[in-house]
């Protein structure tokens, strides 16, 4: 082979060989970005809102858009009466989806849901855990006679798990929801 060949082929080679390791290179790049921006994010979970009038027909469930999460708060605003005068909190649906846990119908006052102190969301085995107080009053107290719906809005954090377990602070799962 001559010489000129031989360059020949090394510069064809070089050609293909210097991008493809840039593109691996910006590839790295984007991902350290992308790795950034995901540690930078709260993994905190924060109460956006909570009641204990959220209404009949709200369930424990997960609410991956601001449309939805609008239409469910909005659902509430006839049980809140005056006190519903509060924007709708935003929340960045790119990285957060909206938990609500729902203690269902209950006959008396003295029922509501609040999250442990400030929190970091704990995910193990694609299971993400949600610690809550789940406050029940006691046995043979006086209450009103009143039927509420106590609930409660949480900003999770997204990640790797397909499902969030409702945990008490006696270790009880209050709840299991699905997360799409």
């Known amino acids: 082979m001559t010489a000129k060949k031989v360059k020949l ?15 691996d290179q910006l ?4 991902g350290d970005t992308e790795k950034t921006n995901h540690a930078d994010m709260s993994l905190t979970l924060q109460t956006l809102r909570s009641s204990s009038h959220c ?8 609410i991956s858009s601001q449309q939805e999460f609008d239409k469910l708060l909005q659902a509430t605003q006839p049980m809140l009466g005056s ?13 957060y989806g909206v938990l609500l ?20 969301l704990q995910i193990a ?3 993400a855990e949600v610690r809550v107080q789940w406050k029940q009053p006691q046995p043979g107290m006086m209450l009103a006679q009143v039927i509420t719906h106590p609930c409660i809005f949480i900003q ?16 009880k799962v ?7």
């Open 156 to 171: 999770v954090p997204r990640g790797e798990y397909q499902l969030i377990r409702v945990i008490d602070e006696g270790k």
């Open 55 to 62: 209404g009949p027909s709200l369930t424990s469930r997960w």
């Open 9 to 23: 082929i090394i510069l064809l080679v070089l050609q293909f060989v210097l991008p493809a390791c840039n593109s």
């Open 174 to 180: 209050r709840g299991e929801i699905n997360v799409q």
């Open 27 to 30: 590839l790295q790049q984007q």
């Open 83 to 95: 006190s519903s005068s509060q924007s709708t909190p935003a929340v960045d649906f790119s990285h």
């Open 101 to 120: 846990v729902s203690m269902g119908q209950q006959r008396t006052a003295g029922y509501s849901i609040r999250l442990i102190a400030e929190q970091e």
């Open 125 to 127: 085995s694609e299971t």
